[in-house]
């Protein structure tokens, strides 16, 4: 059985896991993403950069919580590959 990836944070900023307030959640915990799907996002003076899965996989964790600031390399996702 593959090893679980753990998606960082590739600058620093504050993450999202919403694109708007009034939206859901990119994805949920338990949930399957296909390789590029968009899991979240990071905002850095007001422009969004997407978070996205490596992999096809089960989200196991969210390592960061909404709207927490971050540091580039930063654990923020981790994922059960497929």
Same mark, same amino acid.
């Given at each position: 059985?593959?090893?679980?990836?753990?998606?960082?944070?590739?600058?620093?900023? $504050?993450?999202?896991?919403?694109?708007?307030?009034?939206?859901?959640?990119?994805? +949920?915990?338990?949930? &399957? #993403?296909? *390789? !590029? @799907?968009?899991?979240?996002?990071?905002?850095?003076?007001?422009?969004?950069?997407? $978070?996205?899965?490596?992999?096809?996989?089960?989200?196991?964790?969210?390592?960061? +919580?909404?709207?927490? &600031? #971050?540091? *580039? !390399? @930063?654990?923020?996702?981790?994922?059960?590959?497929?």
């Amino acid at each position: 059985m593959a090893e679980n990836v753990v998606i960082k944070a590739s600058m620093p900023g $504050v993450f999202y896991r919403r694109p708007d307030p009034e939206d859901p959640v990119f994805v +949920e915990e338990g949930e &399957e #993403v296909e *390789a !590029g @799907d968009v899991v979240g996002l990071i905002g850095v003076m007001k422009n969004f950069h997407d $978070v996205k899965a490596d992999e096809a996989g089960e989200v196991v964790e969210f390592l960061a +919580e909404h709207e927490s &600031e #971050v540091d *580039a !390399g @930063d654990e923020l996702v981790e994922i059960a590959p497929a």
